[in-house]
């Protein structure tokens, strides 16, 4: 089977990997139907976040049952189905409470750059879709996996609601869909920054309300300067997420403090909102699919990275 | 008139202030029945905040109103008031929503330790009790100016519902008015801490708790040791409040990324509290007076100091 592998700074090889197999009762192997470059796989791959051997990348992804382990009782070989990010039974105390992502039992999924995927934890995984769905859909149903399902989390982390004033910090594939999610939420008012000086985008949001800031400010890019831009563009007593791996973020008590907001973020359980962003989907009511500007096949994977890399692409789709 | 004054570090003062008199037509005038000794005053007292020249101290207070000004229209002479150490407007954008300790027109209250009080924005700060209070009442309607509505607020910031599992870090007068809010609040569980290893303490709380974490911490210290205490003793989605102004606390975007909890605190809007407080003093509901554990006359205030600073007093309360 080939794969994607990452073997140091801007270096992905397409190459030829073992075939995944069941190792646990648990274990679904999937084929997958679409995979894609994640904004955070850049880190690893621009070398900001070093890698110790040649591993194997992706973590988003959607496709065909084709094997489940004894123990898997929820999905079927021949359903199309879509999984989280991180593996989780959806059954302990952390996912019992929605937080699926800090599952006791989560496992990151690394591997999804390729024709066939082992998932552990199948059943809490993975949420089939109502049918096998039409081709048109699949860009769609692939970014409930990680991308959309984080731009509803940091959304819904930053208590949009029907009428909120919502800032969107930054315009990546997250930032994007994060705008999406919050129109779907109801947002009476959404503000979409891309890199501004940090106090300059500041002031001009409070221009824009009134001087009183927002009411949502969602942090999507995970840099100390789009933290600092979130956290003072919000309003007194309002809701900042945050939902890109932070680098090199540290956020001083006191500055906290007087900003009076309040703060939530961490990996987006995806898994929670799957069922309801699937049903979205599936009815045509959202279309997160329009995300990826560049579609390529899986072997020029590497290409896909380079055009994110270069800014050429917001977020590389491939099909195996 | 006689008020406490800050020299510098451990040298308070009790002597000749000015009088207070109305400056603006929004002032009133109180005579103080009753005011104390913050935990935050033995920041400056200990010169760990250094001060510019000699301060007058105190924010916390209640009292009969003297005087006053032209557009006072909500307090009258002769009511017994009760007002936040942020004097609010309680009109604008930021009260509407409930934030009146960042009123867009807040002024601080630090001339509290006195015999007589100029309170700003009188109509927007003061809340008058239904009639003059009988002496007993004294110390938990002062509570509520400050410590109590501070620990009310950590208990509301951590989203303490009925049947939470509750932690309150720090065992001073904001802690244990933070644990009888979270009782109030229907807690089903509350858990006190005082000085731990930060490990250490939070394993302990792991135990208690099934290995969960508690739905609610209240960080009621405002040391970089006591927030991370608090935050890793949260369960995930957990929520954690601070309430004391922060002291060298820096937190790492990474580490809260992956605690995965909720995060709200800052100087409480005791403002927006103070009716439902009176109103459970009033009638008996909650005694937070038992807070104070020394009391004195006013021209002692020093002697109050050196007894919080000594640990031999964790709340001091004055009588003019």
């Known amino acids: 089977m080939l794969g994607a592998v990452l073997y140091g700074p801007r270096d992905v090889r397409f190459e030829e990997r073992d075939i995944p197999r069941i190792m646990k009762p648990t274990d679904a192997i999937i084929r997958i139907s679409a995979t894609c470059v994640c904004g955070s796989d850049l880190w690893p791959y621009r070398g900001i976040q070093p890698i110790a051997q040649p591993t194997p990348m992706g973590h988003e992804y959607c496709g065909i049952v084709e094997e489940v382990g004894n123990a898997v009782t929820s999905v079927k070989p021949g359903q199309f189905v879509i999984g989280s990010f991180f593996a989780s039974d959806n059954s302990c105390s952390n996912c019992q409470v929605g937080y699926q992502s800090s599952c006791q039992h989560a496992e990151f999924i690394g591997t999804a750059q390729a024709s066939v995927l082992r998932v552990p934890l ?102 100390q300067e789009s933290m600092l831009q979130a956290i003072s563009t919000s309003r007194k007593g309002g809701y900042v997420s945050y939902v890109g791996v932070p680098h090199g973020v540290e956020l001083k008590g006191e500055q906290l403090f007087f900003a009076h907001v309040h703060l939530h973020g961490g990996p987006a359980p995806v898994r929670r909102y799957l069922p309801e962003m699937i049903e979205l989907v599936w009815n045509r009511k959202i279309n997160p699919g329009k995300v990826f500007d560049l579609t390529l096949s899986l072997d020029q994977v590497a290409e896909g990275y380079r055009a994110m890399d270069e800014r050429r692409a917001i977020k590389t789709l491939l099909r195996p």
């Open 122 to 223: 199948a059943d809490g995984t993975l949420v089939p879709t109502p049918a096998v769905p039409s081709d048109d859909l699949i860009p769609s149903l692939l970014t409930l996996s990680d991308v959309m399902g984080t731009g509803w989390f940091a959304a819904d982390a930053a208590s949009v609601k029907p009428g909120s004033t919502v800032v969107v910090v930054g315009d990546g594939a997250v930032g994007l869909l994060g705008v999406l999610s919050s129109k779907q939420m109801g947002a009476g008012r959404i503000i979409a920054m891309s890199r501004h000086a940090s106090r300059e985008g500041a002031a001009h949001i409070k221009e824009l309300t009134n001087g009183i800031g927002a009411d949502s400010v969602l942090e999507c890019v995970g840099t």
